[in-house]
């Protein structure tokens, strides 16, 4: 009898699918909404998980990948206000972001290039679905061509994802500033910086601005992350100053094995950061995140292979620089582009950056003057413009598509519009690079009036213990004294005090 009713059960729903009346509730309850009141009909699990995985890579990356990164690739006595730099960035614009910062970014339409600003704390606006109320794109007669953004996730997660980018883009500047950017400076830059800078570029190319609007290309941050904190790290490193002469003469990594500890955290959690940016788990973000890394490869081999040819030697930190200019590169053109042409764009960020680094770098006056720490300029300023107009030559219409406002885009080598697009990206390059130059200038003289922007001579000579009474390696006692170069001692008739002396 039970069996007789079952199958009679069986043949009733299928009868109901025939009929084109699917039974009440034939989704499993994990795929049902309204299971409990924090999913509602609009949340895709999925996507919201990924999403918050992608949001944790590129978090990663900073902290502590950058971290770590920083704090080992400098001199013994930098260590830790190069690592510290980076860890302040990171808590600093959390909280800007979310009281003012997002909705500048991804908010109302305020200017064309600036959306109004307001805080993202409120329940009300975190837990609804995300939506980006200025990317709704329409044709010229105003007809609406492509609405807006609204990913099946909540608010909050949208506000977290941005959020670490934002990190990153203050990060990544502090590199062209360590070892003897004032630290009280540089608590009044990071909040000022992402105001004025960051900001536009993020509403204009991605929030609904007018580069959007017009079909720039920037996938994932080639210019609203790489290029804008490449140029305004190298314009804030004008305005500091360079580093004491020693350093400058002699500037050996403390630790090349945490270096590459801190470059493998940045590789993988690249995952994050250009497989999150189509805001969903799809077709578009696998093909992200694999392009990502066959650049990556292809960029490290190549510098790796021009350091044996003309230097002799295979250098690890020249790998480590290859790697980033790769990962940068790729950026604007991650889900664009097919997987040849992230070899083609591998072997380019992986050969123009290491020409400007390791030959223009050593025969221009403009880079003997400006003191550029860590190259950030070559690795994310060149690297990121380099991407940015390969995009603009390889971006091709049906990944375009998938992704992009404008209808029709695509790259010059598949011609139509094409020819047009790599004027767009030169054009979207030139005014982040013209904002940041202006905009960082005048952030960094007003500084000036209040703080010196650079550290006394005594903390130039002494490094952390002066700066932060605190040491990387309370093992040596003053961390530098047992060095075997005569340079790096920091011995100067001065009693340390630092807070690891009493280890």
């Excluded at 997660?157 to 670490?164: D, G, K, L, S």
């Excluded at 070899?343 to 006056?365: A, C, D, Q, R, Y």
């Excluded at 550029?372 to 107009?389: E, K, M, R, S, W």
């Excluded at 040596?476 to 920091?490: A, F, N, P, V």
């Amino acid at each position: 009898m039970e069996k007789s009713f079952c199958y009679a059960n069986h043949i009733t729903l299928q009868l109901k699918f025939l009929m084109g009346t699917p039974p009440v509730n034939s989704l499993p309850v994990a795929y049902q909404a309204w299971t409990s009141l924090a999913v509602p009909d609009w949340l895709n699990k999925g996507d919201n998980a990924w999403q918050m995985v992608s949001a944790t890579l590129v978090g990663i990356q900073s902290m502590p990948g950058l971290v770590i990164l920083y704090g080992s690739i400098v001199k013994k006595k930098w260590a830790v206000n190069s690592a510290f730099m980076a860890l302040y960035a990171f808590a600093a614009v959390v909280i800007c972001w979310v009281t003012w910062a997002y909705k500048m970014s991804f908010g109302e339409k305020l200017l064309p290039f600036w959306g109004k600003a307001g805080p993202a704390l409120g329940q009300r606006f975190l837990i609804k679905q995300a939506a980006l109320p200025a990317t709704p794109h329409y044709y010229s007669n105003g007809d609406l061509e492509t609405a807006e953004i609204e990913p099946f996730y909540p608010m909050a997660t949208m506000v977290w994802f941005q959020c670490v980018f934002a990190a990153i883009a203050l990060v990544i500047l502090a590199g062209s500033v360590l070892a003897r950017m004032n630290f009280k400076a540089w608590m009044m830059f990071v909040p000022l910086w992402l105001t004025f800078s960051y900001t536009v570029g993020a509403f204009s190319l991605w929030g609904g601005g007018f580069l959007f609007h017009w079909g720039v290309m920037d996938y994932s941050g080639g210019y609203v992350i790489h290029l804008s904190s490449g140029i305004a790290g190298f314009t804030a490193a004008y305005w500091v100053g360079p580093r004491s002469k020693k350093d400058r003469e002699r500037f050996p990594p403390n630790n090349v094995l945490l270096t590459l500890a801190g470059a493998g955290l940045l590789w993988l959690g690249w995952a994050g950061f250009n497989g999150g940016d189509p805001y969903a788990a799809n077709t578009d973000s696998s093909m992200a995140v694999l392009n990502t890394n066959i650049c990556a490869a292809t960029s490290l081999l190549v510098w790796t292979w021009l350091d044996v040819i003309f230097f002799k030697k295979p250098s690890v930190i020249g790998a480590v620089q290859g790697m980033i200019t790769g990962l940068v590169c790729i950026t604007p053109a991650a889900g664009l582009v097919q997987g040849w042409a992230a070899i083609v764009m591998g072997v380019l960020s992986g050969s123009v950056p290491w020409f400007s680094m390791m030959v223009l770098g050593k025969k221009w006056k403009i880079f003997e003057m400006v003191d550029d720490t860590l190259a950030v300029f070559h690795t994310h300023a060149v690297a990121g413009l380099l991407g940015g107009i390969l995009t603009g030559l390889f971006a091709e219409p049906r990944l375009g598509a998938l992704f992009l406002p404008v209808a029709n885009s695509r790259g010059g080598i598949y011609g139509g519009p094409g020819g047009v697009q790599i004027l767009k990206q030169i054009v979207g390059g030139l005014f982040i690079i013209g904002w940041n130059l202006v905009a960082t200038s005048i952030i960094c003289v007003v500084i000036n009036f209040i703080v010196p922007l650079r550290m006394t001579e005594e903390e130039l000579l002494i490094g952390d213990d002066a700066v932060h009474g605190e040491e990387a390696y309370a093992l040596w006692g003053d961390g530098e004294k047992l060095s075997i170069y005569k340079d790096d001692t920091t011995h100067h008739g001065i009693v340390s005090s630092g807070a690891t002396q009493v280890v």
